[in-house]
T-cell receptor, first 116, second 112 residues
């Protein structure tokens, strides 16, 4: 158990479906992140939230919609996805992205998404 | 943020030390060096980080050169479970939102 829990671990959806990925952290952190990892590609940062406020949107298409109701929970709402959106979606948390000093991220195990 | 350069892959014999190099020749004075690893299809795992001094923890040692332009991650006694992709990242807490940007990493294969 890493302290960052992602559900579901595997998800298969059609292009017209609406689904959500959930991330929960029990580390008392104030920053949460979504990363995408496509096959044989480096991790790509998608969104960052600090104290529930979005501080980074890395030019992500609007078919991905993040939600952060509190510092412990982060969602990624998915709708009308494309097959090329199939990837491992990773959630991470850290003490605070905005604080001085090192920013150590703790990652979840990821949600493997397949879009048919 | 400064970029890093790592070898694409390395092999190491089980029980021997694994020394993973990283070049970050454009690093600035405020940038930390971080190491993470990712075992196949799992989330990345934090290993160690440092600013100027060498660091050691229960997982590894981090050796940073005096000019800070390169570093080496040392796994003192590699096991088969250390087979993973190792990422070296530099990030400035005072710039670019202290963001961690992952590159391609080094694929370490520990062999019996």
């Amino acid at each position: 158990e890493t302290g960052v829990t992602q559900t579901p671990r595997h998800l298969v959806m059609g292009m017209t479906n609406k689904k959500s990925l959930k991330c929960e952290q029990h580390l008392g952190h104030n920053a949460m992140y979504w990363y995408k990892q496509s096959a044989k590609k480096p991790l790509e940062l998608m969104f960052v939230y600090n104290f529930k406020e979005q501080t980074e949107n890395n030019s992500v298409p609007s078919r991905f919609s993040p939600e952060c109701p509190n510092s412990s929970h982060l969602f990624l709402h998915l709708h009308t996805l494309q097959p090329e959106d199939s990837a491992l979606y990773l959630c991470a948390s850290s003490q605070s992205q905005l604080a001085s000093g090192a920013n150590v991220l703790t990652f979840g195990a990821g949600s493997r998404l397949t879009v048919l | 943020d400064a970029k890093t350069t790592q070898p694409t892959s390395m092999d190491c014999a089980e029980g021997r030390a694994a020394n993973l190099p990283c070049n970050h020749s454009t690093i600035s004075g405020n940038e930390y060096v971080y190491w993470y690893r990712q075992i196949h299809s799992q989330g990345p795992q934090y290993i160690i980080h440092g600013l100027k001094n060498n660091e050691t923890n229960e997982m590894a040692s981090l050796i940073i050169t005096e000019d800070r332009k390169s570093s080496t991650l040392i796994l003192p006694h590699a096991t088969l479970r250390d087979t993973a992709v190792y990422y070296c990242i530099v990030s400035d807490p005072n710039n670019a939102g202290n963001m961690l940007t992952f590159g391609g990493g080094t694929r370490l294969m520990v062999k019996p």
